[in-house]
């Protein structure tokens, strides 16, 4: 079973950065375009990065260009996003997302979320 | 960037109504174009990919269509699981954008 996994949320004050981490499971990891999304407390969905199966492009929303930087380590089998500058307005659930199958586009595959909070 | 519309917000219904959800795109998005369901409390699960494609273990009881700038996602018999809201998304551009989401409730 497919499995990722998210760690690295919590609480940190307007200005200052967090590392997420993804390690993921049960498949070829250096297959596979990766993303991000996350979701501000009761709003919608947003995506915000990803990243190609090599590790040498990356996409990105408008809002996080130049404060965010999405990275993977194929070895390890896991996929990573560094957040600096951090804004109230990022406070979000983040989640790691596969696509479903190989080539397809879709987020077939999520992690549980991992909370980040920005608050003085 | 892309608009993705969803019509209605919000929808109240009956256990075994079928339900369609309607997703407008600002502009064309070729074949690209996934819905997600998401109960609260946790992580979304995609439901259909390129439009129609169910996505593995998904029943059949959901169906998407469409082309272009329109799709709609249509559940067959709504059932108590069937809750949730319910978004759309396009993948297709960058930067890759969400419906504001369908929320679907107890009649």
């Known amino acids: 079973e497919v499995q990722l996994v998210e760690s690295g949320g919590g609480w940190v004050q307007p200005g200052g950065s967090l590392r997420l981490s993804c390690a993921v499971s049960q498949f070829t990891f250096s297959d596979y375009w990766m993303d991000w999304v996350r979701q501000a407390p009761g709003k919608g969905l947003e995506w915000v990065a990803n990243?190609?199966?090599?590790?040498?492009?990356?996409y990105s929303v408008e809002s996080v260009k130049g404060r965010f930087t999405v990275s993977r380590d194929n070895a390890r089998n896991s996929l990573y996003l560094q957040m600096n500058s951090l804004r109230v307005d990022d406070t979000a659930v983040y989640y790691c997302?596969?696509?479903?199958?190989?080539?397809?586009?879709?987020?077939?595959?999520w992690g549980q979320g991992a909370l980040v909070i920005v608050s003085s | 960037d892309i608009q993705l519309t969803q019509s209605p917000s919000f929808l109240s219904a009956s256990v075994g109504d079928r339900v369609t959800i309607t997703c407008r795109a600002s502009q064309g998005i070729n074949s690209y174009l996934a819905w997600y369901q998401q109960r609260p409390g946790k992580a979304p699960k995609l439901l259909i990919y390129?439009?129609?494609t169910l996505h593995s273990g998904v029943p059949s009881k959901f169906s998407g269509s469409g082309s272009g700038t329109e799709f709609t996602l249509t559940i067959s018999s709504l059932q108590p699981e069937d809750f949730a809201t319910y978004y759309c998304q396009q993948l297709n551009n960058y930067p890759l954008t969400f419906g504001q989401g369908t929320k679907v409730e107890i009649k």
């Open positions: 997302v596969r696509p479903a199958v190989f080539g397809a586009r879709g987020f077939g595959y």
């Open positions: 990243i190609n199966d090599v590790g040498s492009e990356s």
């Open positions: 390129d439009v129609s």
